[in-house]
């Protein structure tokens, strides 16, 4: 049986957007039931339902980096009215709290576009350009209650340019971010994902 996933967004869509496009395939052992967001005019929205998913704006509540405690418990419940068991942070610019933590244990992923631990936080790829590293990439992993701190599931790197902008770098970086998403939904999607304090081992395949 296909997993069920649920993708939380902010934004643009572009991570959402390559989830959506591998669940088409029929050998993608998941499919997305649901696509919500915090905010009304995020053009996620419209990329979701134009590719035939359910796609709703949910009230956050409050301003800034959390939902309110009461928003936060209506997205876990719609979550779960939807069936999901995999919550997908695409682009999702809010910090996630109890209500959702504990309604979907082991199973919220973010994507971060830096090679964690470093640069957590806001404007990832113009932190590594400011700091000078010359790799820099994107991560995905396990959400918990601290910011882009959970166990990592998969990381790519790619190299920083010496003429690079944050645009052209995060260009880079957002081409990897596609591809280590889907492949972490995938693994997750087929149980293959077993935490080991912050070790994070993937399983052979079945069969
Ligand atoms: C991505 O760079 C992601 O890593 C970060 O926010 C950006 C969202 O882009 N968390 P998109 O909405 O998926 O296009």
């Known amino acids: 049986m296909k997993k069920k996933i649920g993708i939380l967004v902010s934004g643009r869509g572009s991570n959402m957007l390559a989830i959506i496009k591998a669940s088409k395939e029929s050998t993608f052992p998941g499919e997305v039931a649901i696509v919500i967001s915090d905010n ?3 053009p ?5 339902q134009d590719n ?4 709703i704006y949910i009230d956050p509540g409050r301003k800034g980096a959390y939902l309110s405690t009461q928003a936060e418990t209506q997205y876990a419940e719609v979550l779960k009215k939807h069936g999901v068991d995999i919550v997908v942070l695409a682009g999702f610019m809010r910090i996630i709290r109890k209500p959702l933590l504990s309604a979907f ?4 992923i973010n994507i971060h576009p830096s090679l964690l631990p470093a640069f957590p936080g806001l404007n990832a790829q113009k932190q590594a350009l400011d700091y000078g590293v010359k790799v820099a990439g ?3 992993h396990f959400v918990n209650e601290d910011v882009d701190a959970g166990p990592i599931i998969i990381q790519s790197c790619v190299p920083v340019l010496q003429d690079d902008t944050p645009e052209t770098l995060s260009q880079r970086i957002l081409k990897e ?3 280590i998403l889907v492949e972490a939904v995938k693994l997750l999607c087929e149980e293959r994902i077993k935490i080991e304090g912050r070790r994070v081992l993937i399983l052979p395949q079945q069969g």
């Open 40 to 42: 009304p005019d995020a």
């Open 138 to 140: 994107c991560t995905v």
């Open 105 to 108: 244990p082991n199973s919220i």
């Open 177 to 179: 971010e596609h591809k």
């Open 52 to 55: 035939g998913v359910k796609a």
């Open 44 to 48: 996620a929205l419209k990329k979701a």
